[in-house]
């Protein structure tokens, strides 16, 4: 079974003469303990479509599927909770705390979770 599902995603920023299509109707799905390697030059929609996997942005047509919840049709705070539960990041301007261990980052997760 796949845990995460792009169903027809479309992103589009911006509206008019300076409307740009990120991603045109992407269907992906993965499954648990793969390792996925999404490759292209800069500009073709790698962040775009990671930060839609990973529910920090919505698609602006289609669905997202993580583990059968819809992304889009959670509330806000029911996102918030599947973000800090089922997905790690680490972007190119990564958020980690420089003094501490891996380890520790985990930890300290743990710990705000509460
Ligand atoms: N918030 C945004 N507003 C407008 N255009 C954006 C935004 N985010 C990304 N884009 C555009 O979408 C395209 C894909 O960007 P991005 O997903 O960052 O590509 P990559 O990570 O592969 O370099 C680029 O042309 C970028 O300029
Ligand atoms: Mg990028």
Do not use: C, H, W
């Not at 845990?3 to 911006?14: P, R």
């Not at 109707?25 to 303990?33: L, P, W």
């Not at 996925?36 to 920090?56: D, N, Q, R």
């Not at 992304?71 to 990041?89: A, C, V």
Request: charged share 20%; aromatic share 8%.
């Amino acid at each position: 079974m796949s845990n995460l599902i792009f169903d027809s995603v479309t992103k589009i920023f911006g509206e008019g003469g300076s409307k740009y299509v990120a991603l045109e109707n992407i269907n992906f799905e993965a499954e648990s303990g793969q390792l996925i390697l999404v490759v292209g030059p800069s500009g073709s929609g790698k962040t775009t479509f990671l930060t839609i996997a990973g529910g920090l942005q919505t698609p602006t047509n289609g669905d997202v599927k993580i583990n059968d919840s819809t992304i889009n049709s959670l509330s806000k705070k029911q996102q918030t909770k599947l973000r800090l539960e089922k997905i790690g990041f680490v972007l190119q301007s990564y958020n980690l705390v420089p003094f501490l261990t891996v380890e520790e980052q985990f930890k300290f997760v743990d710990k705000l979770k509460k």
